[in-house]
């Protein structure tokens, strides 16, 4: 799966990009288990391109998909 965002912000680059590399890994986001920069480069039009894969674990999706295979169980397998 591919997603793309386009986001267009009222505030310095240096005050956006500051607080975009800091959002991860943080304490509070202990769903996310790792965050790997598979590519940087900045585009001919002066845009930063980064391409990152975010691994998550996704508890709700869990629980959901243990009570359609496994109705009889009462908590999900992570």
Known sequence: ???????YLSFPWEFVSSLFWKR?????ARH???????ERYLLP????YTKRLVIKKNIKANTILAFKIFPW???PRC
């Open 24 to 28: 991860y890994p943080n304490p509070h």
């Open 73 to 75: 169980r009462s908590s």
């Open 45 to 48: 039009n002066g845009k930063l």
């Open 32 to 38: 996310v288990l790792s965050v790997d920069v598979l």
């Open 1 to 7: 799966m591919t997603v793309h965002l386009t986001q």
